[in-house]
């Protein structure tokens, strides 16, 4: 059904937009899981705001953090169940927004959706990553509306005009939808030029208590903390990755605008501490440094981090310098891989060891903790070349790494490794089954020379050999890793995971 003309009847001046944060796909043995504020969903918010609609946000997930619901054979899904939300969505909403952000979720977005047109015939949009690679495929197998693919601001405003009659479904940019038999795809006309004229996400329509009590931020957190992205965009272009669904092109707000989000956090809501998700926070120097300065002339007394990491091969000794004089106290680096031919052929990171190994130096010479990841179970990838990444975790640990993930591949749709996985005919019909990410259980092998039985021992054993090594070059930070467990500090990532962990198994 095309919603306009029929539905503007029942529509007054004051539309009503409620957006969703669905439940999270879980295990009881997943370890990689956190829960975060919605920033996609914050942001839609201040721009519906910002044109006089009434907006209301429920996040599943932080509602219920320790209700684990059955779902199917694989896995469940934590947060409220279906019948909860559903029973908390007005009875006067005018369109309800979604966010899918992974793959491996989409069932659960899929069955929500189902659950609430049982009950509402009000219009769905989903937006997020993996509806915005397969809108067709998600239109056809749902109950969904609307698809918007890639950047959503404008496109939800537009879809909101037209709901509201005030404009043509054709003139929707970046939409997909159904029309009668057919499904038709909008062209997207342009993207955000300039981030600074947008407005903060909304923080006021979400519960931070509730998600420091819950304290599984991306990071590790110590204070009252936020996320908070400072650019969109990723020029480069890795197989794993779907960059490609978004603008390729680097946006960045101005670092005045960045801090003035930070300033307005501190003095409204008492926030210490930021979570930067940009997918490159360091890719423009002069930006980074401007930022830094900006803190530093401001005299906050903030500290930020980096989870979801910095690329090497654009950071250098004197912006990380800059970083830690500004209240930067962890980065992320991605080698992704310790063999070159997996980089440079496989994946195509187009970044050598060497860059890495020069990041994690400098962090730990001007005192940040650093993490790195790495990518195993590639398409292509041999048994020798993951016992390299292995090796050269060591490497780094010998140096001072604090931690290190061994993160499994998963394809994702938009991404030219998935596309070349359905070419072969290789991907699974069950979704849910690529949480195995995330899950110590269980362990995927897309590679044809490793198995998975052989993957899950390889990648336990990197891991037990990367502790060892850091226990034996470093014992201190080794043996405060474990006292920080035992009295649930965190200052790692792993940390924090294995404190949650403990938690979730003696149900404190």
């Known amino acids: 059904m095309i919603y306009g003309l ?110 609430i047109k049982e009950k509402f015939d009000t219009p769905i949009v989903v937006g997020g990553a993996h509806p915005s690679a397969v809108p067709e495929e998600v239109l056809k197998s749902s109950k969904i509306d609307y698809v918007i693919i890639g950047e959503g601001e404008q496109p939800f405003l ?3 005009e037209f709901i509201r009659d005030k404009r043509v ?84 707000r101005s670092a005045k605008n960045v801090v003035d989000e930070i300033e307005a956090c501190v003095k409204k809501y008492r926030i210490t501490e930021f979570h930067f998700e940009d997918e490159n926070l360091t890719f423009n120097k002069k930006r980074m440094i401007e930022i830094c300065d900006e803190i530093i002339k401001r005299k906050l007394k903030i500290k930020w981090q980096t989870p979801n990491g910095i690329r090497a091969s654009v950071t250098d000794k004197e912006t990380l310098k800059k970083m830690r004089k500004a209240g930067c106290y962890h980065i992320t680096v991605a080698p992704e891989s310790g063999s070159e031919r997996v980089l440079n052929e496989i994946i195509r990171k187009h970044q050598n060891l060497e860059q890495v190994k020069n990041v994690v130096s ?48 998963i394809p994702l749709p938009g991404s030219e490794l998935y596309s070349k996985l359905k ?17 110590l259980s269980k362990s995927i092998s897309w590679s044809e020379f490793i ?26 930070p080794s043996f405060k890793t474990f006292f920080n467990i035992i009295r649930g500090h965190e200052e790692l990532k792993s940390e924090r995971a294995m404190i949650t962990f403990i938690k979730r198994f003696t149900n404190r």
């Open 423 to 439: 070419q072969e005919n290789r991907l699974p019909k069950n979704l849910t089954s690529l949480i195995s990410i995330g899950d």
């Open 362 to 409: 400098w962090g730990k010479r001007y005192g940040m903790k650093v993490a790195a990841y790495f990518v195993i179970g590639l398409p292509g990838e041999k048994k020798e070349e993951l016992i390299m990444s292995s090796n050269y975790a060591n490497k780094l640990a010998k140096m001072g790494l604090d931690e290190v993930v061994f993160s499994l591949f």
């Open 158 to 160: 537009d879809l909101c």
């Open 6 to 115: 029929k539905k503007l009847k029942q529509i007054n001046n004051n539309m009503k937009i409620l957006l969703i944060n669905p439940p999270q796909v879980f295990s009881k043995s997943q370890v990689a899981a956190s829960v975060i504020p919605p920033l996609g969903l914050m942001y839609l918010a201040s721009v519906s705001q910002e044109k006089g609609y009434e907006v209301k946000i429920i996040d599943a997930l932080v509602e219920a953090p320790d209700k684990i619901n059955g779902f199917d054979e694989n896995t469940g899904y934590r947060g409220l169940n279906f019948d909860d939300i559903v029973r908390l969505v007005p009875k006067d909403t005018d369109i309800i927004g979604i966010s899918n952000l992974f793959t491996f979720a989409y069932p659960i977005v899929k069955e929500l959706s189902k659950k």
């Open 169 to 252: 479904i054709e003139d929707v940019s970046s939409l997909a939808f159904r029309k009668g038999n057919k499904i038709k795809r909008n062209p997207r006309k342009s993207y955000i030029e300039d981030l600074d004229k947008l407005p903060f996400p909304d923080r006021d329509l979400i519960s931070l208590e509730k998600y420091y009590k819950v304290h599984e931020a991306h990071g590790p957190s110590q204070d009252r903390w936020t996320p908070i992205i400072s650019s969109r965009g990723c020029p480069f272009e890795c197989t794993f990755c779907t960059s490609v669904l978004w603008d390729r092109r680097w946006r960045p």
């Open 451 to 476: 198995t998975n039985e052989e993957l899950g021992r390889l990648r336990k054993s990197a891991y037990l050999k990367f502790h060892l090594t850091r226990l034996i070059y470093h014992p201190g």
